[in-house]
């Protein structure tokens, strides 16, 4: 079984959780997700199963869209619903329509961010969630991420008794959304933190095609899992194709350098056999004329000659 499994990831479970989950329903060890996704958030989390596992890296830097309801007047330890207030400040009336999209546009672009205390990064050797839970603090890392699109998604500003807007963000890997809806609290004057947050998208699958645990057991009973799968190579349309005759598979399938095939410029090489996934090449750092093999897929009949 190889391919990839578009899991709506629920809330309460963590991203391994989930892996662990998916491969003891189907049997498999070899099975990982594309990019972790925080217990209390649900949404889209591709489950890559058997061959899928090598394609990992490729995907995991892919944009993600994610929705969120920023909360004003109240700011807390962990910047989401989950925490401990810090601060609060009473609003009477939520921003105008035009105040919030002005301090959106603000956001885009690539942005400067400090990680939540609460989170995996590591600062000597050691995860920020770990400090803050023996009550320490230390000096964040700043990072860079990209926020290709800010958008308001809800217009009905005669709702201002609960204080919040909800956002669309399509971003780069790497962005905190907490902080992001914290940021943009303070842009507008007040305290926030993130009410809520689910992942949308991730590169080409949409929330609109995961499937749920339960959808995943009733396909295993009537052994169809297959059906819902995503093949390999359609989770890799962002690295370009060469499409190779017969005896270049078959030097591919060994893992052989080959010259750079003419009008490809890009690092990476998806290499194809009439609609077989065959290996992803990149090129040698010291021979751009070069290519090498990064991933060969065992997705073919073993005997290649």
């Known amino acids: 079984m190889n391919g990839v499994i578009p899991l709506f990831k629920p809330k309460e479970m963590t991203s391994h959780g989930c892996v662990a989950k998916i491969r003891h329903m189907i049997g498999i060890k070899k099975v990982g997700h594309t990019g972790t996704l925080d217990?209390?958030?649900?949404?889209?989390?591709p489950i890559c199963v058997g061959e899928a596992t090598k394609i990992i890296p490729f995907l995991s830097s892919l944009k993600k869209v994610y929705e969120s309801t920023v909360s004003l007047g109240v700011s807390t330890t962990t910047e989401d619903a989950s925490g401990e207030i810090v601060e609060s400040k009473e609003i009477t009336m939520l921003p105008a329509k035009a105040e919030i999209e002005a301090v959106l546009t603000s956001f885009t672009g690539e942005i400067t961010q400090v990680p939540?205390?609460?989170?995996?990064?590591?600062?000597?050797?050691?995860?920020?969630?770990?400090?803050?839970?023996?009550?320490?603090?230390?000096?964040?890392?700043?990072?860079?991420?990209?926020?290709?699109?800010?958008?308001?998604?809800?217009?009905?500003?005669?709702?201002?008794?609960?204080?919040?807007?909800?956002?669309?963000?399509?971003?780069?890997?790497?962005?905190?959304?907490?902080?992001?809806?914290?940021?943009?609290?303070?842009?507008?004057?007040?305290?926030?933190?993130?009410?809520?947050?689910?992942?949308?998208?991730?590169?080409?699958?949409?929330?609109?095609?995961?499937?749920?645990?339960?959808?995943?057991?009733?396909?295993?009973?009537?052994?169809?899992?297959?059906?819902?799968?995503?093949?390999?190579?359609n989770m890799l349309e962002h690295i370009p194709t060469w499409q190779v005759d017969k005896q270049m598979k078959i030097k591919v399938l060994h893992g052989q350098k080959l010259s750079l095939p003419e009008g490809f410029s890009d690092n990476y090489i998806k290499v194809m056999y009439e609609n077989q996934l065959l290996a992803i090449y990149e090129k040698v750092s010291d021979d751009n004329h070069l290519i090498k093999p990064t991933r060969v897929f065992n997705l073919h009949k073993k005997k290649v000659n």
């Open 116 to 233: 939540p205390m609460y989170s995996a990064v590591k600062v000597k050797g050691k995860k920020l969630y770990e400090y803050a839970r023996e009550n320490l603090t230390v000096e964040r890392p700043k990072r860079q991420v990209i926020i290709h699109k800010l958008e308001r998604i809800d217009v009905d500003e005669g709702n201002t008794s609960n204080h919040t807007f909800s956002i669309r963000i399509h971003c780069s890997k790497g962005t905190y959304i907490r902080t992001l809806c914290v940021d943009i609290g303070k842009a507008l004057g007040y305290p926030a933190h993130m009410a809520s947050l689910q992942r949308t998208e991730t590169d080409s699958v949409n929330i609109r095609d995961t499937v749920t645990f339960v959808e995943i057991e009733k396909a295993i009973y009537e052994e169809r899992v297959n059906k819902f799968m995503i093949p390999i190579e």
């Open 39 to 45: 217990p209390d958030v649900e949404g889209v989390l």
